[in-house]
């Protein structure tokens, strides 16, 4: 049996037998709590477990020719996973993907060779055009394809029943046993995998649910009613509003509603303590497993899933700005305009120019940072401010300009404003197209945008 350290013919062959480690730092009570690195897998998520168990069984019983087409309705980690399985093994893979999702993931999924057909996110189950409907007529259209249906596909839970369940039990075998579980429900394959090896082989070990404030499940499990509203989450990968036709709910013990917050949160904790990056729903997970560990009386062996790696939400929860404009960390306030500044010039958090540089390096950093106007500075001092339309007259006509030093394209003009101006006050300076130069004296204190103060009137209403 070759292991992790051996060297392998495919990168399949990496699939599953991932690593677990123990907690050393955080506070988990009486109990000690175990890490199962999902996000090992080579597609970076436990999905690849299942890419690979529904392409074979569905090869052994026959259901796929050679080059045959496979069809998915996902944008998340089983588009991965199934992009990498179906093109190791030679099939066609299209991925039927809500117009909602990142661009990264759709670049990720068409690197990987996958054809992405968009649709609509605005539709529900039922309408021809809902991602998961799009999916199957597709398939049925399509002579030889193969619709893999992760929801309602055996093959999924069997992997975590044969494989993830008997995995674990070893595993956690050799570090003196396992008295609980706690992992989230997509599509349900964990879950139902899990309790149903668990059930014949470690009937003691509980099964606890960590969902999303949002998901109907937890409600489920806690109190058996199955609510017919569901709001939103921004936790990717878990949650429902409906049951999947493959799930078993029967021996899960307890739910948890975590937030978003709280998910995000403890994420990053579990990066600056233990070293683990893992994505938003391991932090859903953590954050139950932590409420779960330290309700306990008794000292028990806890594991929680790293389902995912969280390279793929830099620019969210790990991005101090995403988490600031989406109210998920705060910042002192002071009742004025620097309530309103999300880059302060002070924390060197603003991105700036001198008038010296050239207007190539200005063109770079706008691109780099995605900002389309930069404030110029000089011994502390604004001096001007440059924008798209400044560097586009400039150049236009004769490229060679952009060697120019950015002082020559600038405007030098500045409507400023003082930090105790009211809000109001920024209208005007926005219906005349600029940005707010905010100052206290003669201080540079940041920009506002459009932007940040339509993030601002939002995190007021939350
Ligand atoms: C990102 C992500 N995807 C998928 C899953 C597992 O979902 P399922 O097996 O229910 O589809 C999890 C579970 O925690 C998850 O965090």
Not at 32 to 55: A, C, H, T, V, W
Not at 92 to 103: F, N
Not at 229 to 254: N, Q, T
Not at 395 to 411: I, L, Q
Request: charged fraction near 25%; aromatic fraction near 8%.
């Amino acid at each position: 049996m070759p292991t992790r350290n051996s060297v392998h013919d495919s990168v399949l062959d990496l699939i599953a037998d991932t690593p677990i480690v123990r907690a050393r730092r955080l506070d988990a009570g009486p109990c000690e709590l175990y890490f199962k690195l999902e996000s090992q897998n080579p597609g970076g998520s436990i999905k690849d477990r299942i890419g690979l168990s529904m392409i074979e069984a569905a090869e052994r019983r026959g259901d796929l020719r050679p080059g045959a087409t496979l069809v998915e309705g996902t944008a998340g980690n089983t588009g991965i996973g199934l992009a990498l399985v179906a093109q190791q093994k030679g099939y066609k893979l299209v991925l039927v993907v809500p117009d909602k999702m990142s661009r990264e993931k759709i670049f990720n999924l068409k690197a990987m060779g996958a054809e992405v057909v968009l649709t609509r996110s605005d539709v529900a189950k039922g309408h021809p055009e809902y991602y998961q409907d799009l999916a199957e007529r597709i398939a049925r259209e399509t002579p030889g394809a193969y619709f893999v249906n992760q929801f309602g596909n055996p093959d999924n839970p069997a992997a975590h029943e044969h494989g993830t369940a008997p995995e674990i039990l070893r595993q956690m075998g050799e570090a003196g046993g396992l008295d609980a579980v706690v992992f989230g429900c997509g599509s349900s394959g964990t879950m139902t995998g899990l309790s149903r090896h668990f059930a014949e082989h470690a009937p003691e070990v509980e099964l606890i649910l960590a969902d999303p404030v949002g998901s109907i499940l937890a409600e489920y499990i806690n109190e058996g009613t199955l609510s017919d509203k569901s709001a939103s989450w921004m936790v990717e990968g878990i949650g429902e509003d409906f049951l999947p036709s493959i799930s078993d709910f029967s021996r899960v013990r307890k739910a948890y509603a975590i937030s978003d917050r709280e998910s995000f949160l403890a994420a990053r904790e579990l990066l600056r303590s233990e070293g683990i990056l893992g994505g938003s729903s391991t932090g859903t997970l953590l954050a139950a497993a932590l409420k779960y560990c330290r309700e306990q009386t008794e000292p028990k062996k806890v594991l929680v899933f790293v389902c995912d790696t969280g390279n793929k939400y830099l620019s969210k929860l790990y991005n101090d700005y995403w988490m600031l404009d989406n109210g998920f960390l705060e910042r002192e306030q002071y009742g004025d305009l620097r309530d309103l500044i999300l880059r302060p010039y002070s924390q060197r958090d603003t991105v700036v120019l001198a008038p010296g540089d050239l207007l190539m390096t200005a063109y770079q950093r706008m691109k780099l940072y995605e900002i389309s106007q930069l404030p110029v500075m000089e011994n502390e001092k604004i001096v001007g401010i440059l924008d798209e339309s400044d560097v586009l007259l400039h150049v236009y006509g004769d490229e060679a300009r952009f060697r120019d030093p950015v002082s020559t394209a600038m405007v030098s003009k500045l409507d400023i404003m003082d930090v105790k101006s009211p809000v109001e006050a920024l209208l005007p300076v926005f219906d005349r197209g600029q940005v707010a130069i905010v100052v206290d004296g003669d201080r540079f204190l940041g920009l506002i945008t459009r932007i940040d103060l339509l993030n601002w009137l939002r995190r007021r209403v939350q």
